[in-house]
């Protein structure tokens, strides 16, 4: 089995087995206690701190450990706003966040704050002078992630943190997917991360406050971690977190340049050998490991499903691969093909003789989901008056609208349209997408007695 899932979750690195075999021996006892076993623990913990802040590129009173990179990402952005609710409630944040900042974000706006949303380019990155205009007076807080975890865009973190720092407003940059690969470059002044992401033990985040920032811990005050992260903390998973840190950083300058290269050749020959494919994400400002492409008229869970049969662990952002039936808010905000999309991220170790045989394996598999959705069931089209189609897909879901369009489209004259009836969220996104990939005309929305009406006129 391969497994290709890294920026999920990382196996556990060899180093952290060790540090967490150890450390059950040695960590177990309280290191607030003054006695032997809890001074033993303090040296422990002490060292465990020391050596991710070296890592992290702060000092080791900056950095504290939380039970997750989530709680992280939560403690830090409360604690922020809460240190600067003088200044105002307004708060900055990217369309392609993680889930935790999307979700803080959420909760401080129903909290009466404000919120702003950066939208990102087709690439999926920020631009450095739409984060600067975002900023105002009452701007308390603004979060950016080092880079994204669906498409492995690296964002402009050093170029934001300087607009930000010349307004004196507070940068959280969330750098659970970069901080294997190095420090996160800029000026930034809080950062979080998730030890799960390099090869540590899941339950183990981090989160750094720099010097001088205003910062107030939210909830019941506690003594553990100077305040920032209450409860007794999981000394065995945080020395192993910090022994992994250090050992993938080693390995890290090597371990990339492998990775690119094996990331490089999915992207280069997944559309060489995959038709109607649309590889995501930057081309050249990327994390090593990470590549994403879309592929049309596939159900994106079938694929998943075929894949994991065939000895591959890929991740996915199409809808039909999630309970909530809607296209990755990622995908979503940059505009591109949701259908059909894998997300190929390689773990440290990843063989060539692995991404090979994927490459092998892709084609035939993407056939035959293909052929299988060939035949949907029946889909009323009727024709319209003049040289206009009307499809009805409703109820039908990701990728039945479009496959439909794509079947009828040659029945109508260039210059004639076709309306695509979908309940569909995915439509929204898939069907625009599908016009920029076939040279045809996407006109807009319409609205329908029943759904939208995706009007689609014919160009050659």
């Known amino acids: 089995m391969a497994y290709f899932d890294a920026a999920s979750a990382v196996p556990l690195h060899p180093v952290a087995r060790q540090a967490l075999l150890a450390s059950l ?17 303090r040296l422990l913990l002490d060292a465990a701190r020391e050596a991710a802040a070296e890592a992290v590129g702060c000092r080791a009173d900056e950095l504290v450990f939380t039970p997750s990179g989530t709680r992280a990402v939560h403690s830090g952005v409360a604690g922020a706003l809460a240190g600067r609710r003088r200044v105002g409630t307004h708060l900055i944040v990217s369309a392609v966040e993680h889930s935790s900042v999307l979700h803080a974000a959420e909760v401080h706006e129903a909290g009466g704050g404000s919120v702003t949303q950066v939208p990102v380019d087709r690439t999926g990155a920020v631009g450095p002078a739409a984060y600067a205009a975002a900023l105002r007076e009452d701007t308390a807080l603004a979060c950016l992630q080092s880079a994204n975890h669906e498409v492995g865009t690296e964002q402009p973190v050093a170029e934001v943190a300087e607009a930000c720092r010349a307004a004196g407003v507070p940068l959280l940059v969330d750098g659970a997917q970069s901080l294997g690969w190095g420090r996160v ?37 506690d003594e553990r971690e100077s305040g920032r992260a209450p409860g007794f903390e999981n000394l065995p998973a945080i020395v192993a977190a910090a022994a992994s840190l250090r050992a993938v950083r080693a390995e890290a300058a090597a371990e990339a340049a492998r990775l690119r290269e094996l990331t490089e050749r999915i992207r280069t020959r997944v559309p060489a050998l995959v038709p109607d494919v649309e590889v995501v994400g930057d081309p050249v400002r990327r994390l090593p490991g990470v590549v994403t492409f879309s592929c049309l008229y596939v159900d994106g869970e079938t694929l998943l499903h075929e894949l994991d049969r065939a000895g591959f662990s890929v991740s996915s952002g199409s809808s039909c691969t999630s309970s909530t039936l809607t296209p990755s808010h990622v995908l979503r905000a940059m505009g591109v093909l949701s259908e059909g999309n894998v997300r190929v991220s390689l773990p440290p170790g990843a063989t060539a003789e692995d991404v090979e045989r994927f490459l092998e394996v892709l084609p035939e598999t993407v056939a035959a989901v293909r052929e299988k959705l060939g035949a949907p069931a029946a889909t009323e089209t009727v024709r319209a008056a003049g040289p206009d189609l009307v499809v009805d897909a409703l109820g039908r879901r990701c990728p039945v609208p479009v496959i439909e369009l ?46 939208t009406a995706y009007v689609i006129r014919r160009t050659d």
């Open 25 to 41: 021996d040695e960590g177990w006892a309280d290191p607030a206690r003054l006695y032997r076993e809890g001074r033993r623990a």
């Open 185 to 221: 470059d800029g000026d930034w002044s809080l950062l979080t991360g998730s030890a799960h992401k390099w090869g540590g033990p899941s339950g183990v985040g981090l989160l750094v406050v720099r010097k001088g920032v205003r910062f107030a811990p939210q909830g019941p005050g």
């Open 406 to 451: 794509a079947k009828v489209i040659g029945d109508v004259p260039v210059g004639g349209t076709v309306r695509v009836l979908s309940d569909d969220e995915a439509a929204r996104l898939d069907i625009p997408a599908w016009c920029e990939m076939r040279g045809q005309e996407y006109v807009g929305e319409e609205p329908a007695e029943k759904g």
